[in-house]
């Protein structure tokens, strides 16, 4: 079996780092609709993610996935795919360090870690693909 590529690697970091972001943002919806009621579809979620500051925390992932969108959407060339692929998973190891003495996005991240058995699934789901 071959390894895969850079390319591959980043596919699946991607969907990993997703099914990260989906598991915090579900963490957060449920506390924000605890404390503020009941969020009507999609769409308003949508909304509420884009612009109350109760989501903000999560825009580094939000970020990180366009950009990883963005190279996979350009197909650079192979000379430049290897490096520019190793920078962005670098950047998932990263982003996915949770740290208690870190920046919000690390120290929220550590806690629902500790608190979230859905959160430590995924991420020791990404942890596995982006280390391999």
């Known amino acids: 079996m071959t390894p895969p590529t850079p390319r591959q690697r980043l596919e699946q970091a991607r969907r990993a780092l997703l099914h990260v972001h989906r598991a915090l ?11 503020n009621g009941r969020v009507d579809g999609s769409g308003a979620l949508l909304q ?39 920078l962005l998973l670098a950047q998932v190891r990263d982003r996915l360090r949770p740290d208690a003495a870190g920046a919000d996005f690390q120290q929220r991240y550590h806690r ?20 391999a």
């Open 25 to 35: 943002l579900e963490v957060e919806r449920i506390r924000y609709e605890r404390q």
């Open 48 to 86: 509420l993610v884009l612009n109350d500051p109760w989501f903000y925390w999560l825009r580094p992932i939000s970020t990180l996935v366009i950009q990883i969108d963005d190279w996979l959407d350009a197909d650079p060339p192979a000379s430049d795919a290897a490096n520019t692929a190793e």
């Open 112 to 131: 629902l870690l500790q608190e979230e058995p859905t959160v430590a699934v995924a991420h020791a789901e990404v942890r596995k693909l982006i280390n």
